[in-house]
């Protein structure tokens, strides 16, 4: 029973850290599905596949926007100057 437990411990983080079958270092989303999966805000399927090209459900989204930590300090505020003209626009202000 100790060396099944002694094996499970020392495999245990190159598991943890393994990407998916299906994305390559060279896909061009690697970077961004790994951050998502190390943050634990993404697991990928029981068959250790994560389907980048597949759709995600509402269900998906709603985990992935919730568990992200969003880094308030980096959201690019420019594009409002050109929603709030078109606002102004619209509502004829």
């Known amino acids: ?4 437990l002694a094996i499970f411990i ?4 190159i598991s943890a850290s393994a ?5 390559s270092p060279s896909h061009e989303n690697y ?3 790994m951050h998502v999966k190390d ?6 399927y029981a068959d250790g596949t994560y389907g980048p090209g597949n759709n995600i459900n509402r269900a998906e989204f709603t985990k992935i926007v919730t568990l992200y930590k969003w880094d308030q ?4 505020a420019c594009g409002a100057k050109y929603f709030l003209g078109m606002l102004i626009k619209v509502l004829g202000i």
Do not use: E, Y
């Not at 020392?10 to 983080?13: G, M, T």
């Not at 990407?19 to 994305?23: A, P, Q, R, T």
């Open 73 to 76: 300090g980096t959201i690019d």
């Open 31 to 33: 970077d961004a599905i």
């Open 10 to 13: 020392f495999l245990l983080p």
């Open 39 to 44: 943050k634990g805000i993404v697991k990928g």
């Open 19 to 23: 990407s998916f079958s299906d994305v």
């Open 1 to 4: 029973m100790l060396k099944v």
